[in-house]
């Protein structure tokens, strides 16, 4: 546990962010999943609303506690299992 005054504070500040950032995790992971369960279902429009909201979730992210590489990488690897499912099976 810490001692002094200054690394209380400091163990604090920590706990509040890792909570914070859990919960950005977390509804990015959500989010993802209905994307996913939109796409089975073949529901265009519900799907393409989760897309952007996951892409929009994964740029905050991407700012704070996400590399913007891992960002851009899921958010490519989502748009790709769209364009296969609605635009036709030649999307590479």
Known sequence: MPKTKSAKKEL???IKRRIKNL???RSIKETTKKFLIALEKKNKEEALQLLKLASKYLDKAAKSFIHKNKA???KSR???KFNKVFLGENIN
Request: no cysteine; proline share 0%.
């Open 12 to 14: 604090r500040k920590n």
């Open 23 to 25: 919960r950005k995790k």
């Open 72 to 74: 851009a990488r899921i």
């Open 78 to 80: 989502l748009s790709k």
